[in-house]
Structures are given as C-alpha cells and as structure tokens.
C-alpha cells in the first residue's frame, strides 16, 4: 500500500482538465468529501526501450499482475523491433488508432 503520510495536496483551477500532471502508477486524489479522481501514469518511450525486460508479470502493494494481455501501444510511427507485446485493442474491446 502507498504510504499516506507522503500524500501531497495540489490545487487545480476549475476547467483545468488539459494540464497534465505526472504522478505513480497508483494514485487516488480526492479534492471533495464526495468527490474522487484517479490518476493514471503514461510513458511514451521509444520501440528500442524493453518495457517489463525479463518478467510476464507486476508485483507491487501486494498484488500480482499477469502481463499476458497487457502491452504497448504504439502512438505513431512503426515498430520494427517487435521488443514489447504490442496490443491494439483494449481489454474492453475498444481499438486504439493512431492518431
């Protein structure tokens, strides 16, 4: 579990939905009593970095992770080097296009 004693308060402008900010993997804000946000980290990296190199699976905070439908998405260009799992489709489904 993520120690809470860390936790950090930010105050965001009303309409600030296009700021991106940066945090862990594994982050929960709450900015009202009823009100939650979560947060999601993105790496953009490019086709010659390994993303998991030697493992199948995510362990962290306890939990155990198999990454066998999980990948990479690529965003633009192609990728000759085939390092990474790459997936087009989510695990809901929905298919990621390049844009």
């Known amino acids: 579990m993520p120690d809470e004693s860390r936790a ?3 105050e965001m402008r009303p309409g600030s939905s296009r700021i991106l900010v940066d945090f862990d993997a594994f982050i929960v804000s ?4 009823n ?5 999601y980290a993105t790496r953009y990296v490019p086709t010659t ?3 998991y190199p030697n493992t199948d699976v995510i362990e962290e905070y306890g ?8 990948g ?3 965003v633009s260009g192609e990728d000759r ?6 997936v087009t489709i989510s695990t ?7 844009g």
């Open 92 to 98: 809901r489904g929905f298919e990621f296009r390049k």
């Open 81 to 86: 080097l085939k390092l990474n799992n790459a």
């Open 49 to 51: 970095v390994k993303v």
């Open 35 to 39: 009100k939650t946000r979560l947060g």
């Open 63 to 70: 939990s155990r992770l198999s990454l066998d439908k999980y």
């Open 72 to 74: 990479v998405v690529v």
């Open 30 to 33: 709450q900015f009202d009593t």
């Open 8 to 10: 950090v308060s930010m």
